[in-house]
């Protein structure tokens, strides 16, 4: 069973600064997931990290993946207000198709 | 394109009604298909996923079930609802050999 942590699980941000959310998971994975929910919606696909020492980056977001260290990061510059949202990262175990989430990061971020 | 349905959006039922949450995808064939419950302030719980027609597979022991009975149609069913039912329930497509997931809007089950 693949498990996965997060953390922080919850990340009180001020607009302006930078601060990263972390992923770590237990066994063997390939690729990684990230993913965006707004409140009370639906999850929206942000990056797929294919490979060791993928990065990603779109906008103020970017993620990273080291399959060894078995750890991705979700680093997010200049945090402003519409990044609030719950992250969740979900790492699929070698030669599966299903994804296993962790348990969300929730952003708040104020001015 | 394809796109996925999710109906009803809300849903309020008192403990020990039965239930029933339908899924469709549009625009693609033979799809994984996969029914997640998210609780409150929590995390994503796989519940049941699917490779095929009549194809259904458990991930958690509880008083859910779900069926496939066509290509695209995929149902969350109970009998009877227990409080601890209560959660925004997600469907969710892949193709086949692929991982990356869609998601359906939701349905928000409150059971009171």
């Known amino acids: 069973e693949l498990k996965v942590e997060q953390n922080p699980l919850f990340l009180s941000m001020q607009e302006g600064k930078n601060y990263t959310i972390y992923c770590n998971y237990s066994t063997t994975s390939d690729r990684l997931y990230w993913y965006r929910q707004d409140p009370g919606k639906s999850l929206e696909s942000l990056f797929v990290?294919?490979?060791?020492?993928a990065v990603k980056q779109e906008g103020r977001l970017m993620a990273s993946l080291d399959t060894k260290a078995r750890l991705s990061t979700l680093h997010i510059t200049a945090a402003v207000h519409d990044l609030s949202a719950t992250y969740f990262c979900?790492?699929?175990?070698?030669?599966?198709?299903?994804?296993?989430f962790g348990a969300g990061t929730t952003v708040t971020v104020r001015a | 394109s394809q796109t996925i349905h999710q109906w009803p959006a809300t849903l309020v039922q008192p403990v020990g009604s039965p239930l029933s949450l339908e899924c469709t995808v549009e625009?693609?064939?033979?799809?994984?298909l996969y029914w997640y419950r998210q609780a409150a302030g929590r995390g994503l719980q796989l519940l049941f996923y699917?490779?095929?027609?009549?194809?259904i597979s458990s991930e958690v022991p509880q008083n859910l079930s779900a069926s496939r009975p066509q290509d695209r149609q995929f149902i969350l069913s109970s009998k009877k609802l227990l409080l601890s039912d209560s959660g925004f329930y997600l469907c969710?497509?892949?193709?086949?050999?692929?991982?990356?997931?869609?998601f359906g809007s939701g349905t928000q089950l409150s059971v009171l």
């Open positions: 969710a497509w892949s193709l086949g050999g692929n991982e990356k997931l869609f």
């Open positions: 625009g693609t064939s033979n799809p994984n």
């Open positions: 699917s490779v095929g027609i009549g194809q």
């Open positions: 990290l294919l490979s060791n020492g």
């Open positions: 979900a790492p699929r175990i070698s030669g599966d198709y299903k994804l296993s």
